[in-house]
């Protein structure tokens, strides 16, 4: 089943509750996803530093601090629960590099400029009071609960998938055809760290994106490119894109005001947003790609 | 008598909904703050009048005998799913499967109306004020679904004995659905349906669009292989 949510801030009135909305909306899809739950939140963008959400799994705080200062001089770190939000200057191709081969027992769940992504097992209401997801503000997020079919509940298996600097994807329903698009993507040299359908759309839209394509066609070429069903939720430095695949049997609201968009696959997720009643509320129609 | 959803749980207002003392005389009733939840005022069985004031989430009087639902707001996927009679009517849009199975009553959506609109309807009347969504009446066996805007692809794919009527325009029909005469017989019956509705609108502004046969009758010809 899965659900996903999105909420985009169309002005700054509500930068500071934007984590508060986000966390009632994952809340109120917990029915629909128990096993898992992530969220993508961006802030303004920081122009001087990149920042790494890494997964300490087991790691002490105190144990990755040694490891990683061995590489890496100027770091600042804030740790919530078992995930740590890393500032530096350093560049993603060199930071990563390291941390996959000399600190393996941590994961990078995502990285960017504006990007926080915290995802782990377990149900999405206590995943989000864990990470304090209410503290946080914003100017947009996207977040999903998972229902766990084609892959193992797991950290890895959990979503949003980060493949490239500041792009996360959400996605509800199932690919079809995932093995074939990885090992084509694997050939291209992207990397893949599980055997989910959604890592793989996200690794897509990625290289598309990297070989000179926008996020709106890019969504497009993957109405022909991936077999199955979806919707997804697509997200970047400037916002998010919605796609359903044709035939539609993924549910997905969109409710508009003058305020902020949100999305999500029902609407109960987002009955407790301001002024929501009164919003411009559609369903997003099949095959289209909108974005905000 | 009024139900707040946001104080009392959805269950025991269903259930008291379904449960109507008929001796008592009150039958009008108003549910406030549904906030999308599912399954309201599912398996209402008694000749009682429902305002439902916001939007509602999946099945929304789904399963309706004898009942009048109003819903001032959107409803999510199904609503009126499997109806047996009585009126269910949404003033906003419909999820997908609006009026899906149902096998009597109507079922008047203001606005437009998604996806699989009365698939497998077997003898409802959905009346749908704006546009209806792919695949719309797929598998209809009985019943009218009549649509004021247009149709997108597939209209009345491999449909039976039901009747499609639309005022707009039709994005493609699907598989044994074709383009019929607006007779006598379905502008008489339209009319019919109009008046009961209090909707004024003249039937024959409307094509109508129903089966082939080819697909669901056996063929003769066929009959040797056996």
Redesign the interface.
């Known amino acids: 089943m899965c659900g996903i949510v999105g909420i985009y801030l169309k002005t700054k009135k509500y930068e500071k509750s934007l984590g508060k909305f986000l966390s009632g909306m994952l809340d109120n899809m917990a029915t629909r996803g128990p096993d898992s739950a992530g969220f993508a939140i961006y802030t303004k963008e920081n122009q001087n530093n990149f920042k790494y959400s890494i997964c300490l799994n087991n790691l002490s705080e105190q144990d990755f601090k040694k490891k990683i200062s061995k590489y890496f001089k100027k770091i600042k770190m804030i740790k919530y629960s078992d995930h740590i939000i890393m500032e530096t200057k350093d560049k993603p191709k060199e930071v990563i590099k390291v941390i996959n081969e000399k600190i393996k027992d941590v994961s990078i769940v995502g990285y960017g400029k504006s990007i926080n992504i915290f995802k782990q097992t377990g149900n999405p209401k206590d995943v989000v009071k864990k990470f304090k997801l209410s503290s946080f503000s914003g100017t947009h997020g996207i977040g999903h609960t998972r229902m766990a079919t084609e892959s193992a509940i797991t950290t890895e298996g959990s979503h949003p998938y980060c493949t490239a600097e500041d792009e996360c994807l959400v996605h509800n329903g199932s690919l079809s055809n995932h093995n074939n698009v990885r090992r084509d993507l694997i050939k291209k040299g992207q990397e893949f760290k599980s055997e989910n359908d959604t890592e793989v759309a996200a690794g897509y839209i990625s290289n598309k994106i990297s070989e000179g394509s926008n996020l709106k066609n890019t969504l497009t070429s993957s109405l022909k490119n991936l077999d199955g069903f979806y919707t997804f939720i697509a997200g970047t430095k400037d916002g998010f894109a919605l796609l359903r695949d044709e035939i539609a049997c993924k549910p997905a609201v969109v409710a508009e005001t003058k305020d902020y968009v949100a999305v999500a696959s029902e609407f109960q997720a987002m009955a407790h947003l301001p002024n929501v009643n009164s919003a411009k509320i559609f369903e997003p129609k099949p095959g289209v790609v909108y974005s905000w | 008598m009024n139900f707040d959803l946001s104080k009392k749980k959805l269950t025991d207002i269903n259930k008291y909904l379904q449960n109507i003392d008929r001796k008592s005389n009150v039958r009008k009733f108003k549910i406030e703050n549904p906030?999308?939840?599912?399954a309201i005022c599912a398996g209402l069985k008694d000749d009682i009048d429902v305002t439902i004031n916001?939007?509602?989430?999946?099945y929304c009087a789904g399963m309706n005998q004898k009942a009048s639902v109003t819903v001032n707001?959107?409803v999510?996927?199904g609503v009126a799913e499997n109806m047996m009679s009585g009126k269910v009517f949404v003033k906003?849009?419909a999820?997908?499967s609006a009026g899906a199975t149902g096998h009597g009553g109507n079922l008047v959506i203001e606005g437009?109306a998604?996806?699989r609109c009365g698939i497998s309807m077997k003898g409802i009347n959905i009346i749908v004020k704006g546009s209806v969504?792919?695949m719309s009446a797929f598998m209809a066996q009985k019943g009218n679904l009549i649509i004021f805007g247009d149709a997108d692809e597939d209209l009345g794919d491999s449909i039976y004995e039901a009747k499609i009527f639309v005022k707009g325009k039709v994005k493609s029909l699907g598989a044994d659905c074709v383009e019929k005469k607006m007779d006598e017989k379905s502008i008489n019956e339209l009319k019919k349906i109009f008046k009961e509705l209090n909707i004024s609108e003249n039937p024959k502004n409307f094509k109508r669009y129903g089966s082939a046969r080819k697909l669901y009758n056996f063929k003769i010809d066929n009959a040797g292989a056996y």
């Not at chain 2, 906030?35 to 599912?38: E, F, I, N, P």
């Not at chain 2, 916001?54 to 999946?58: F, W």
């Open positions: 906030s999308g939840h599912h916001g939007h509602t989430g999946y707001g959107n999510g996927t906003g849009n999820s997908q437009d998604s996806s969504g792919h």
